[in-house]
Structure formats: structure tokens, C-alpha cells
């Protein structure tokens, strides 16, 4: 948790932001596994909620009334009887007071708070719920049935948080930095483990160890795959197999909650073949091509499709593409090979506040998304870079052999993409690099003290054995 100053001043800002009304966060609730008791572990509170009460614990609710600059922290206090289980935990009081904020009231009274709000004709702004027991409460509370409530939430809520929450203070970005760290251990590791035999659930299982035990978790599920091809590839109990490529992303999430996002590809035989490595280094150049153009006022839109022809440019070099670069490129003959966005905005998610959905993050009045093109649909975040905004840069090429049946069954962009040359991938798998930027006064740089290696020299020198 930071310092309550951290808290007070958030708040006071939103106060400002949202200018009326009163405005109620939903902690998160603990979630059952397969009996009340049982819960999926580890909880994860609500990242808004968080960002502007800290505390870290299920079953709470913050209010700020902004017309009568009132705040309340909404909980009950343990009983004797989860104390026995659980231990003695802070009280409301004392929670309420490591924040900076006033009043606490026990859950019951969020009922008549939303009531008497409701009768004066106030807005009560929420925010778009994601958890079916919120919806629920939300139910009770406002009257708004579940199907509802996506578009009755406040948008300037909403719009006040993404303005907040996409920029990152220097503490935040401290916590981010802790976050690579752990990150780099995780990913070091599964290099090192990565030979023929093993099977990706081990090393995934040793990547989730390291993050728990230093406190951390994971920040979203392991995709640890030979097939690098299949996007959110789950770590199976399959043996990695000489000559195939493992793709690993994977990230780290403090206990304070901010997110680390990295993917590396490693020659599971210790070497890249040749075949590999072409399509290896296009993607590296492709990676450290954005640091060297993102920057404040730059439109991410023009990063990712700077990238997209770069990409183009290459893959016509190697005779798995062909014709005009631009035209190609307009068509959406790229996504063939990079089926998503360049990257996405990180922060307390891994996906920032994509909760909101990504046109209300990533993209503004200026910077539409195109939500019909195969490929361009998946771009998370287009509009212009600012000092403070954390994106992730992950270019990646696949070869899926279903999507090349398709394309070419139907003549989808047959004048840009040697079908002929591309049957011959259908075994590649996919490759993908990954790293966190932070977009600084006039420039960028990737979070983290210690890059994982990910030049091919420097992997196979990493890996030797
Ligand atoms: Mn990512």
C-alpha cells in the first residue's frame, strides 16, 4: 500500500473530475471454488478500488459523496468466529484511517446510502461490473438489472479514472519496476528449463512458484506453449520436443498489484535452425523498431502499423508475401501472420482497465478502432502516447494452420501471401517478443533494470548447455 497521502489526493482529484453526485466502488468479494468455503486463490481485489482505498481485502465498498465531500469506507467487521479461523485483522476504523478517509459504515447502510441518493434524484455513479455477485448487488441496491447495468454506468466515471489510471506516477512505476524484476526471474528460469522432455505445465507450475513466493502472483494465467501459434496456449502436460520453439508470456504482479507483461521464444534444441531465425530476427526488428519512434504525441495507431509494414516489408523478402507494401497492409493481409494489436496499455491489470473496455482506454474522439478488420478488431490501444503511459510492445508472427486453410479456401488476400510457400510453415508454431514501455519526456524506455535475453546470439549463450 502507499502512503495515505497517495489515497487523499486521488480521491480529491476525482472528486474534482467527476464533479457531482456520489460515486460507489466495488471492492471485489472472494470467489468459490467448489464449496462457499473453498475459494479460488489468491483474491484479487478490484484494481479501481485499490487504486483509490488500498485496502486489500474482500467485502468492501467505497463511497464518495462529492456534493457534501464525504467519503465512507462500507464493510463489517470480523466476528469472533472468523477471527478463530483467520486470526485477528484490522478494523474498519483502522483501515479506513490508513487511507485518509473519515467515515466507515457497516454494509447495511450502502443500502439507505443508495436509497435516500436515489430518492434525491442524485447520480450514482458505478462502474461497468465484471463479477456476477456485483451485478447482483448492483441489482439490489439501484434497481438495474444485470443486462443493464454495462450501459447505465457512469461514463464520467469512467473517463475521469482512465484519465487518472493511464498516466504513472513515479512510485507507481517504482512498483512496476519490482514487478520486471520478478518478471525476470520467472522468464530466465523457464529459459533455462526449456529442453527437450520436459513438460510445459513444470515449468509453468515453477514460474507460478517463484512469483508466489516472492510475495507476487502471477498477472494473468502462464501461456507457456510449443505451440505458439494458438494465442492464450494453456500449458499442457505435452514434452517439449527437439526442434520446436517454446513460446512463453508471462508476468508478474507485486503484492501491491502492478503488472509485469514479457514474452521470449526459445529453441527448445538450444539452437535456432535457420527457418526460425529468419522469422526470429523479424520480429526482434520489429520489437526494437518501436523504441525508436515511440514517443508523447505519437499515435500509437502509427506505431502498431509502422510495424505491420516493417513486418510486410520482410516477410516480401522472404517470399512469404508479395506485392505492394501499403496495399497490402490496408487490406489486412499482415494479419495472416500477426493475428493482434502491438500492445496494450499496463498498469495494476495486465490489460489496463480493460473493465471499461478498450474503445474507453485505449482509443479517444481522435483515434477511432476499426472494429471490422481481422487483426486491426484486436488492437487494444491506438491513440497518442503520453509521458507516463505504460504500453507493451509484443510483435509476434504465426503460422495457423487453420486460419491459412481458410484464407485460402476463400482467396482472402491472395495477391499479398504466397499460400504455395506458406503451407510449408504449418508446422512452425509462432514466435512472439514482449516487453513493458514506459513513454518518458521525449522518448521511451522498457521497464525493467535487466532485459531477458532475447537476442538469438545472447538466447543461445543464455541457454547453453
Ligand atoms: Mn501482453
Not at 450502502?110 to 435516500?116: A, K, P
Not at 520486471?180 to 533455462?192: E, N, V
Request: hydrophobic content about 35%; proline content about 4%; some cysteine.
Amino acid at each position: 500500500m502507499f502512503s495515505k497521502e497517495t489515497y487523499v489526493s486521488r480521491r480529491t482529484e476525482l472528486k474534482k473530475l467527476v464533479k457531482s453526485g456520489i460515486i460507489v466502488l466495488f471492492g471485489n468479494n472472494g470467489s468459490p471454488a467448489n464449496f462457499p468455503s473453498n475459494g479460488y486463490h489468491p483474491f484479487r481485489q478490484d484494481s479501481s478500488f485499490l487504486y483509490y482505498f488500498g485496502q486489500n481485502r474482500d467485502g468492501l465498498v467505497g463511497v464518495i459523496d462529492i456534493d457534501n465531500n464525504k467519503e465512507t469506507l462500507i464493510g463489517d467487521d470480523i466476528s469472533i468466529d472468523d477471527i478463530v479461523w483467520y486470526g485477528t485483522v484490522e478494523t474498519m476504523h483502522d483501515m479506513a484511517a490508513q487511507v485518509g478517509v473519515a467515515h466507515t459504515a457497516p454494509m447495511k447502510e450502502l443500502t439507505t446510502i443508495c436509497l435516500d441518493a436515489l430518492r434525491q434524484k442524485r447520480t450514482v455513479h458505478f462502474l461497468p461490473p465484471y463479477r456476477s455477485d456485483i451485478k447482483i448487488q448492483i441489482f439490489d441496491l439501484l434497481g438495474i438489472h444485470p443486462n443493464q447495468q454495462k450501459d447505465s454506468a457512469s461514463m464520467p466515471l469512467i473517463q475521469a479514472i482512465v484519465k487518472m489510471r493511464s498516466t504513472k506516477s513515479a512510485e507507481e512505476i517504482e512498483e512496476l519496476e519490482r514487478a520486471a524484476s520478478i518478471g525476470y526471474k520467472m522468464h530466465t528460469t523457464a529459459m533455462k528449463m526449456c529442453r527437450p522432455g520436459i513438460t510445459e505445465k513444470q515449468i509453468a507450475g515453477v514460474l507460478d512458484g517463484i512469483a508466489n513466493g516472492l510475495g507476487a502472483m502471477v498477472s494473468f494465467p502462464t501461456i507457456l506453449s510449443q505451440h505458439g501459434e494458438c494465442m492464450h496456449g494453456s500449458p499442457s502436460m505435452d514434452k517439449l520436443q527437439e526442434g520446436r520453439l517454446m513460446l512463453c508470456d508471462a508476468g508478474a504482479e507485486t503484492i501491491n498489484n502492478y503488472c509485469s507483461d514479457n514474452t521470449r521464444t526459445t529453441p527448445v534444441s538450444g539452437k535456432f535452425d535457420q527457418r526460425q531465425l529468419e522469422i526470429y530476427s523479424i520480429v526482434e526488428e520489429c520489437h526494437d523498431y518501436v523504441l525508436t519512434i515511440a514517443k508523447p504525441g505519437v499515435k500509437w495507431w502509427d506505431v502498431h502499423f509502422g510495424v505491420c509494414r516493417l513486418m510486410t516489408e520482410r516477410l516480401k523478402e522472404i517470399g512469404l508475401m508479395m506485392g505492394d507494401t501499403d496495399d497490402a497492409v490496408a487490406a489486412g493481409a499482415h494479419a495472416m501472420f500477426m493475428v493482434h494489436g502491438l500492445g496494450h496499455m499496463m498498469g495494476m491489470d495486465v490489460h489496463d482497465m480493460e473493465n471499461f473496455d478498450q474503445i474507453n482506454v485505449g482509443f479517444d474522439d481522435e483515434v477511432r478502432p476499426n472494429l471490422e478488420q481481422f487483426g486491426t478488431n484486436c488492437l487494444r490501444m491506438g491513440r497518442r502516447l503520453q509521458e507516463g503511459f505504460v504500453v507493451t510492445d509484443e510483435p509476434g508472427i504465426y503460422f495457423i494452420p487453420a486460419l491459412i486453410d481458410e484464407w485460402r479456401a476463400k482467396g482472402h488476400c491472395k495477391d499479398f501471401i504466397n499460400f504455395d510457400k506458406l503451407e510449408t510453415y504449418k508446422d512452425f508454431g509462432g514466435i512472439r517478443l514482449e516487453d513493458d514501455l514506459l513513454i518518458t519526456k521525449d522518448g521511451c524506455r522498457f521497464i525493467g533494470k535487466e532485459r531477458i535475453p532475447y537476442h538469438p546470439k545472447d538466447v543461445e549463450a543464455f541457454i547453453a548447455r
